[in-house]
């Protein structure tokens, strides 16, 4: 009996010490939520902090209830988060745009997770615009080199990223969605012009294991002509949507196929940190790397990240490129994650 009440006496003291550890080290279960109304995009995530979670879901109804959508006007909203454990703050991104760029506003909203108190600050977005000459770059055996690539856009946020590499004589290659070409005609041929190089990734970003080889063409040559009206050049290279390679698709493709190496996961973080953090340590010569243009944390990733990579004797590049300065090239029925 004294046995048994003793092991239960420690059973519950075991209990209470793991109770006390996991208390404090709770760690924030992140969700990212979309509300997709017409010309309406938002995105905003769940903390699993009721407090906080409410306080930004408020936040983003008031905004809703002060810009109401119209076919000349569009909202949208994303983030870019980074948490410590004192702190969690949320810089939200709020655009009101027609077809290009128009306004942008940001929004911090500050979360102290020892005293639970919430602070809220908003100010004009500041781009940083420079347009200095781009120099013709100089690889010598030395230089390391690793390709950006962006997929989804073109988007509000695509000039931004232009911005960005054209201060560092950078370049990346955007693939691009064949349906937006029209709507976005201004920022395709800012990449043109910028010596961005531009890549097919279909036309609607459907799943093209469940298509036919007719069908896989269409998607194919429906981008190649969109952006050839544009432009009066078609893409070097396809990067299916979802990165989907099979047999069929690359029998099909006329177009060498170019996947990635290094996935940077921005569309899942919008936590700009964690992405420069994830290309920092794991970056290596050759490497092609994946992001989306579409999200605000990926540019400031961007911004963060290209000095770092300069830093470490890394020319940054468009895929072209890198199969140029590597001296190799892309053959047809192939695909290609790096060089
Ligand atoms: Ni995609």
Redesign the pocket.
């Known amino acids: 009996m004294k046995k048994a009440s003793s092991i239960i006496f420690l059973f519950i003291i075991i209990s209470l010490l793991l109770l006390i550890i996991n208390k404090n080290n709770q760690k924030l279960v992140v969700t990212k939520n979309k509300i997709n109304i017409t010309n309406q995009e938002i995105y905003y995530p769940k903390f699993g902090i009721t407090k906080l979670d409410s306080y930004i879901e408020k936040y983003i109804n008031e905004i809703l209830k002060n810009n109401t959508a119209s076919s000349s006007k569009e909202l949208f909203i994303d983030y870019d988060y980074f948490n410590t454990k004192e702190k969690v703050n949320i810089n939200f991104y709020t655009y009101t745009s027609h077809n290009n760029l128009a306004s942008q506003t940001v929004t911090t909203i500050n979360y102290d997770l020892v005293k639970g108190k919430i602070t809220k600050e908003t100010s004009l977005l500041k781009t940083d615009y420079s347009y200095d000459i781009v120099n013709q770059k100089i690889i010598d055996s030395n230089t390391k080199l690793v390709a950006f690539t962006f997929?989804?856009g073109p988007s509000h946020n695509t000039a931004k990223i232009v911005d960005i590499l054209k201060k560092y004589n950078a370049t990346a290659t955007f693939?691009v969605?064949g349906n937006k070409v029209e709507k976005y005609h201004k920022t395709i041929k800012y990449l043109n012009d910028n010596n961005m190089e531009i890549g097919n990734?279909t036309y609607t970003?459907i799943l093209l294991t469940k298509l036919n080889e007719e069908k896989i063409l269409k998607e194919i040559e429906d981008t190649q002509n969109a952006i050839y009206n544009q432009i009066g050049k078609y893409p070097y290279f396809f990067?299916p949507?979802?990165?989907t390679v099979s047999r069929k698709i690359k029998k099909t493709s006329p177009l060498p196929l170019v996947i990635w190496s290094l996935d940077t996961l921005d569309w899942k973080y919008h936590n700009s940190k964690k992405i420069t953090n994830k290309i920092l340590s794991k970056v290596k010569d050759g490497d092609i790397i994946l992001m989306?243009d579409t999200y605000t944390a990926t540019v400031n990733a961007v911004r963060e990240v290209i000095p770092k990579l300069k830093e470490m004797d890394y020319e940054i590049v468009s895929v072209s490129e890198l199969f140029y300065y590597k001296n190799k090239e892309a053959r047809l029925g192939y695909y290609y994650g790096s060089l």
């Open positions: 997929d989804d693939f969605l990734h970003h990067r949507s979802y990165g989306h």
